[in-house]
């Protein structure tokens, strides 16, 4: 059993990660909500996900090293 204490700044950066992730989730429907065109929607949705990865493998590295 690994007998390791949590650290809260993997925490936050996994927090962060899986938030932008449901962001660009929901941003892929921004154009069926506003007259925004399809290509705004996935511009932002790759953004989005983007953020979500950088910070989910970084919330690993940080768990790694400590």
Do not use: E
């Not at 700044?9 to 429907?29: C, H, N, P, T, Y």
């Not at 909500?33 to 511009?43: F, I, Q, V, Y």
């Amino acid at each position: 059993m690994c007998s390791r204490t949590r650290n809260p700044k993997a925490d936050r950066l996994m927090l962060i990660g899986q938030s932008a992730f449901l962001a660009g989730v929901a941003s892929l429907q921004l154009h069926r909500w506003t007259p925004a065109p399809p290509d705004l929607a996935d511009g932002i949705a790759g953004l989005f996900y983007g953020i979500a990865i950088g910070c989910l493998l970084w919330s690993i590295r940080v768990r790694r090293t400590h």
